[in-house]
């Protein structure tokens, strides 16, 4: 469940004052957000992960009001509960990607389950990848295993930003299928921010900024 109530930010005193619109997504809802360059549509998915804090309002994860969490506190229910998806994945480029894998949920302080991580390779195509290391990857291989990091630990919601605007139509459908089909299996929400309206076709829940 995602929740926010009367959202507002400000990066400095002189700089304008977003007021974002109120969202609710229940449990496995998903939503696509909207929005020409410039209008704060990243600065929406940083409050979303509590990368920001807002100026005033409430953003709710499940029954935690994230908002009101400390820098570490953020940190470790960040690492447990949410999947970022950036267009440049931060995988580590010296490690294999099967210890990228190991290392995600090392750090989000799950159990290494080998099985499942060979299960999420077979279906994001990375099967044949995991011994290589990450900087020996083709770019399509570089954002499927940015999936990969964001859906390891089981997220209870996914948030991505523009996952697909240097993508070919193809490919763009295929990233699209891959998020909605990682957000269902682990029963998460999941949150997607672009100004790519290929995306419009996959989304019921839609606001533009
Ligand atoms: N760290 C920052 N300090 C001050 N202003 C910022 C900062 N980051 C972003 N901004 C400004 O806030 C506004 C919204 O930026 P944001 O990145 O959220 O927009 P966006 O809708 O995601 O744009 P794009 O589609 O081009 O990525 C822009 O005018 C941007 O210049």
Known sequence: MVQTDNLKFQYKK???LFHFPNITLEEQENLLILGKSGIGKTTLLHLLAGLLKPVSGSVMIDDVQINRLSHSQLDTFRGQ???????????????????????????????????????????????ETQKKKVNELSEGQLQRLGIAMAVIHNPQVILADEPTSSLDDENCSAVMQLLQQQAEKNQANLVVITHDIRMKSGFKNIITL
């Open 81 to 127: 509960n949410m999947g970022l998806v950036f267009q440049k994945n931060h995988a580590v480029r010296s490690l294999t990607v099967l210890d990228n894998l190991k290392a995600r949920l090392f750090f989000s302080k799950k159990p290494i389950d080998l099985a499942a991580i060979a299960s999420l390779l077979e279906q994001l195509d990375l099967k």
């Open 14 to 16: 002189a700089e304008p």
